[in-house]
């Protein structure tokens, strides 16, 4: 049997590409024997989804040699990538983990026979309606309903409403026969990461984690702290662990949207909002600075708000104000646009046919990351009013069509709309002749000194 099957490490692999399916039985004993003799000490870990959660989490967990840790994602891309020790997200943390760690990937789910934790680090989009999608979540938890055994804890990350864990995840899990909280463990702790934060990563941010038992919820908080170096919050119950992701970002969401009205308001009252935030913020108590823009975007506060949204009306409360200040925080981009159409007037220039650079593609600075960015929003209405759009983004390679020498030559009108270090550095605005601020981060005087009209979001222009 030697000659016809090879093993390395805790793999078996077929030498002919016809096999039974007796011989599909003996590979997959011989991989557990395997792992069960040369790898007792270690527990398996397989962390679904090799994106911007999924991959710093599996890399922080590989530090500790404890774990064998395997990264499952169907995009052969990103497997590739972290196979080659290169990250598939923008991450300069993990950028560096990759280089010293080992992280068994594959598009294979048959990497989660014998995992000791699955955890699950897919998206939770909206569809074009603003209705929570879960068909990741499902599909996801399909697939290890082939692979659950008794003793495994499997732990949601991805951002939910409150009772997706014990009403989607949970009945699929059960269909096994296998009962959720007695013979494998459930739990919830949702993923805290902030792309480009050279101070907060997923070694150093407090995490919440909630779990349909006590004893598996204890379990799987000691499983983390053995990863990172932050509080692990034990709370009460599944919902309460789902719920609290959901309100950090309706809570970051309504303050946004408070100071974007704000905005609109000052610019027609001639005040500049940003002095008075400043003002504001020196009270050493029960205030919290957050600054107006040109929309807000990533794959949290755009979104998340909808799922509670929708979820609290199916339990007959309607959230009112989550769902104004997703309607005012919604209408930034076209704010924007109607600043730069008012200020080309004032310059005697069409909107229509005119050169209008755009200057950054992605939702937050010195990132690629271009999901529910305000951005592509922006772009999409210039070319609705006839513009010719010029965009350029240092960080959104193959995605822009400009350099910034070319906005800056031929384009009558610039949007900044992320404010990347790159657009910061610029002197010589050569042919512009009005710049709307997204971002209000350019040097406002420098520029009105070179007779540009110049307008930011709530600067009382």
């Not at 490490?9 to 997959?28: A, D, M, P, Y």
């Amino acid at each position: 049997m030697g000659g016809r099957y090879k093993c390395y490490g805790c793999f078996s692999l077929f030498n002919h590409s016809r096999v039974t399916t007796i011989e599909k039985f003996i590979n997959t004993f011989l991989a557990l024997y395997y792992m069960k003799i040369f790898k007792k000490n270690t527990k398996k870990v397989v962390v679904i989804g090799m994106g911007y959660v999924g991959f710093p989490l599996a890399c922080s967990i590989a530090k500790n040699k404890n774990y064998e840790v395997c990264g499952y994602d169907i995009d052969e891309s990103k497997i590739n990538k972290v196979k080659n020790k290169i990250s598939p997200v923008e991450d300069e943390q993990a950028e560096k983990d990759i280089k010293k760690v080992k992280i068994n990937a594959t598009t294979n789910p048959d990497i989660m026979i014998g995992a000791k934790y699955i955890i699950i680090c897919v998206p939770t989009p909206v569809d074009k309606n603003k209705n929570p999608d879960l068909t990741p979540i499902i599909k996801t938890t399909e697939t290890i309903l082939r692979y659950l055994e008794k003793g495994q804890s499997i732990i949601l990350e991805s951002t939910v409403n409150p009772g997706v864990s014990e009403e989607n995840v949970l009945p699929i899990l059960e269909k096994t026969g296998l009962v959720g909280g007695k013979d494998f463990e459930l739990s919830h702790c949702p993923e805290r990461i902030n792309p480009g934060d050279k101070k907060w990563n997923v070694y150093n941010i407090p995490r919440n984690i909630g779990s349909l038992t006590i004893e598996g919820n204890k379990r799987v908080a000691d499983f983390y702290r053995s990863f990172i170096n932050a509080e692990i919050n034990e709370v009460s119950s599944l919902k309460a662990a789902e719920s609290t992701k959901i309100i950090e970002n309706a809570f970051r969401d309504i303050n946004i949207a408070f100071v974007n009205e704000l905005a609109q308001s000052f610019d027609k009252m001639g005040i500049n909002l940003d002095e008075v935030i400043k003002g504001a913020s020196n009270k050493p108590y029960a205030f919290m600075p957050h600054y107006p823009g040109c929309g807000v975007g990533g794959h949290c506060i755009p979104v998340d708000p909808y799922y509670l949204i929708q979820r609290a009306k199916k339990s007959g409360f309607d959230h009112k104000l989550l769902k104004i200040a997703r309607k005012v925080n919604t209408n930034m981009p076209r704010y924007t646009v109607m600043k730069l159409v008012s200020a080309l007037k004032e310059k005697g220039i069409n909107i229509c046919g005119a050169n209008i650079g755009l200057l950054g593609l992605s939702y937050k600075a010195n990132i690629g990351d271009m999901r529910e960015s305000p951005a592509l929003e922006i772009r999409e209405l210039l070319k609705k009013l006839g513009a010719n759009i010029l965009s350029c983004d240092p960080h959104c390679n193959g995605n822009a069509d400009a350099k910034i020498n070319d906005i800056l030559e031929h384009c009558v009108g610039v949007v900044l709309a992320t404010d990347h270090d790159h657009f910061l550095e610029i002197d010589d605005w050569k042919s512009v002749e009005v710049i709307i601020d997204g971002r209000n981060c350019l040097n406002k005087d420098k520029i009105l000194n070179s007779n540009i009209v110049y307008q930011g979001i709530g600067l009382g222009a």
